[in-house]
């Protein structure tokens, strides 16, 4: 999502063998940035202690929980830190924590700059065993008594294994990821447009999440939801439960407290809540996705339950959980937006496929300049996974932009991505949303960090970047297109659409 040297040469030459290179391939878009520079030499930075505290035994997260989930909310709550330590580096506390877990250490040394966040995926010195959300890890329960690829270090042997089955998964999944993606579309688009005609308005989160669970079922898994009527219907709600249930301890709400911080943050939700709904999804995937199972097994040695649950966790919490966040706040980025961005895109998208009646291609999508830097622009104010955690496999020293730091083995290191990528030494006018930013400069994208990687990078076995990186991006690339060919304009937020002007 170090190399393993568990892995066989036959096993990486099985996931090369397909004969149709990926459409989805980062070498294959337009924009290619140069390398990023090597960092300066540390020795030129004053070594200076990581200031902040994790307070009393108890007293100190609780009062760090409560600043976090209701007084402050994450975004303040590491602004104030900022400020009140003068450092992009310092030690603090995040939630989960007391009383209900006892299990949980919330102590972190928050790192909020570019050059500090970096330091979160260079697998030499950082650790990522069972820390995806910090030190609470949802029970297994939640995947089968098992700890699917998010979970594992890259030092485990079986990392490279289910890395590279997801690697072969997508790979593979491109042959009909244009056709099933454009099919959904268009579904969504007219339950949405009957709307509006009854109504007037329309939101469009549910027919978003049909969309995805039908497109990506299809795609990832070759399996069709229209093969089971419930799971049609309401397979993505499963998905919803199931997530939302392991997550809950650790989300920002910011409504309805105290009753949030009392009955939603104060404990772990068991598995048994959604039992019967994954078994029924998990059911799904065995019947319906056979041929991706036999693969997980034959060609990379996982077993049919470990080749089940990592495709449920692929689909399920990966591709639909990210997507679910990230394609609303696109489309509030465009439909909310007052400067003449509208008329921008629709003109690219309407010149790039060439005219009326023309269908949307890989290849078209990528000569699309202007929506490129829409999307990268998007996802760097609002990142679909807010926060990064990584354990020091060692001891070692990470710098800010103006100090260096002495870092223990064993600690753990957090990042929040909303302040990480509105570095002001980075980004000009950070809090500003560019739509042309990464036209004007590609070299940014070496700091765009939403994938647990940079954008530049590419996702292998040896790391813990997003296996369908360029899925994601490519696939925003065709839902900006599609929605211009479409529409003249949109208004409305990422939760609604209030207007709809049909292409003319």
Known sequence: MSMSTSMSTTMMTKVMSISQPSPFSSSSQSISPSPQPPPPSTTSLPLRTIPGSYGWPLLGPISDRLDYFWFQGPETFFRKRIDKYKSTVFRTNVPPAFPFFLNVNPNVVAVLDCESFSHLFDMEIMEKRNVLVGDFMPSVKYTGDIRVCAYLDTAEPQHAKVKNFALDILKRSSRVWMNEMVLNLGTMWDTVDAAMAKDGSASYLFPLQKFLFHFLSKALVGADPASNPEISDSGYTMIDKWLGLQLLPT????????????????????FALVRGDYRKLYEFVEKEGKEAIERGKTEFGLSHEEAIHNLLFILGFNAFGGFSIFLPALVNAIASDKTGLQERLRKEVREKLGGPGAELSFESV??????????????????????????????FQ???????????????LC???KLVMRDPKVFDDPEKFNPDRFMQNSDLLNYLYWSNGPQTGSPSESNKQCAAKDYVTLTAFLFVAHMFQRYDSITGTSSSITSLQKAT
């Open 251 to 270: 989300i920002y709400i910011g409504a309805l407290q105290p009753l949030t911080e009392i009955f939603l943050h104060s404990w772990a939700y068991p």
């Open 366 to 395: 990528k000569e699309m300049e202007l929506v490129k830097s829409v999307v990268y622009e998007t996802l760097r104010l609002n990142p679909p996974v807010p926060t990064q955690f990584a354990r020091a496999r060692k001891d």
């Open 398 to 412: 990470i710098k800010s932009h103006d100090s260096v730091f002495d870092i223990k083995q064993g600690e753990l």
């Open 415 to 417: 990042g929040y991505q």
